[in-house]
């Protein structure tokens, strides 16, 4: 893509919202793409921006995924970091990796998590010498 033909910042925190309420109810993009009647390379494409959604197709995805398209706009957020949020949420692995970790029982368990992630996040900055 071009920069010029970059995804619109609006299509891409929409996707993510798509993206996030998918995983939340445990919908493969092929399952979603099937009862809307699509490919899952157009759901993916949504959930991405590289597509902008139509109307009509956003209530009818709205209505698959059990809310409503001003939850999918953000129409209700009073945060004005909450699509930060959304794209954070919509990172392959983002949400299993929360689900798993609400599920640990042990408080230590879970900072010792954390502490992993976020050396292992710090590295990833770092240059590696060559």
Known sequence: MAANDAPDP???EVGARIRV????????????????GLTFQQVQKYERGANRVSASM???IATKLETTVG??????DTDRH????????ASPGALDLLE???RMPD???????????K???????VPKAA
């Open 10 to 12: 609006i299509d891409i």
């Open 21 to 36: 309420r998918r995983k939340y109810l445990s919908l493969s993009q092929s399952a979603l793409a099937e009862a809307l």
């Open 58 to 60: 956003l209530v009818k």
């Open 71 to 76: 939850a999918l706009v953000g129409e209700n």
């Open 82 to 89: 909450s699509h930060e949020v959304y794209q954070k949420l």
């Open 100 to 102: 798993a970790y609400v």
């Open 107 to 117: 408080p230590e368990a879970r900072r010792a998590v954390v502490t992993l992630i």
């Open 119 to 125: 050396v292992l996040g710090a590295e990833a900055k």
